[in-house]
């Protein structure tokens, strides 16, 4: 079975100062996707950025991008120029070849004027 | 598109009654999945469906939990009877077999208070 670990159960930044958030997994498998999930207050959950375990080169989103390492399972999210919308709980996910989508505990990061 | 509809937003019940929870998925999509969101167990998965057959239920966490899917644009969830220990967040997910590297689309959520 796939375990996602998030290991910082909360995070604080300044506004406009970068921040790391975490993530490492247990799989034997070499075919699967990673993904950060954001909810914000509204609950809602928003798909931040992807990555196919195929690609060597790390996902980029605007501001957002990640440090993908293979051989250590680590799959960390820098939120670069921090803003007061990007206040959420963010969750790590694997995605398994059979489609199941598996997340972690999730970190709450915090934003500070 | 609207997105996966999820309804009630809200249900607040009493112990032992009868939930009924309602999905929609986006249009085309094959895949759909019920997970269940709680602040000690996080975000668990319930069950999920490919071409509106149940794929895995392994996560359904006893026997009054159960799901059914009769056709491509709608899924229950239903819990019978009810109890204290199943208030919770449920989210409704779904995504296009081909596409789903990009990702699955949630709903909005039911909140289920059994009290």
């Known amino acids: 079975a796939q375990t996602v670990t998030q290991s910082q159960p909360e995070m604080s930044v300044q506004e406009a100062e970068t921040v790391t958030l975490s993530c490492t997994y247990d799989t034997s498998e070499s075919d699967y996707y990673l993904f950060w999930y954001k909810q914000p207050p509204s609950r809602q959950m928003i798909l931040v950025i992807r990555?196919?375990?195929?690609?060597?080169q790390n996902a980029t989103e605007n501001r957002f991008s990640v440090n993908f390492q293979k051989a250590a399972k680590s799959f960390s999210l820098k939120i670069s120029d921090s803003q007061l919308g990007d206040a959420a709980m963010y969750f790590c996910?694997?995605?398994?070849?059979?489609?199941?989508?598996?997340f972690g505990s999730g970190t709450q990061l915090t934003v500070l004027p | 598109d609207a997105g996966v509809i999820q309804s009630p937003r809200h249900e607040v019940t009493e112990m032992g009654q009868e939930v009924t929870l309602r999905c929609k998925p986006i249009s085309g999509h094959d895949y759909l999945f019920w997970y269940r969101q709680t602040m000690m167990r996080g975000l668990e998965l319930l069950i999920y469906?490919?071409?509106?057959?149940?794929?895995?239920d392994s996560g359904m966490p006893e026997d009054r939990f159960s799901a059914k899917m009769p056709n491509a644009s709608f899924s229950t969830l239903k819990i019978q009877p009810s109890e204290p220990r199943d208030s919770a967040v449920y989210f409704c997910a779904s995504s296009l077999r081909r596409t789903a590297a990009y990702g699955y689309t949630f709903g909005s959520g039911t909140r289920l208070t059994v009290v």
């Open positions: 469906f490919n071409n509106n057959v149940p794929i895995d």
């Open positions: 990555q196919e375990a195929y690609k060597q």
């Open positions: 996910a694997y995605r398994n070849p059979r489609g199941q989508l598996t």
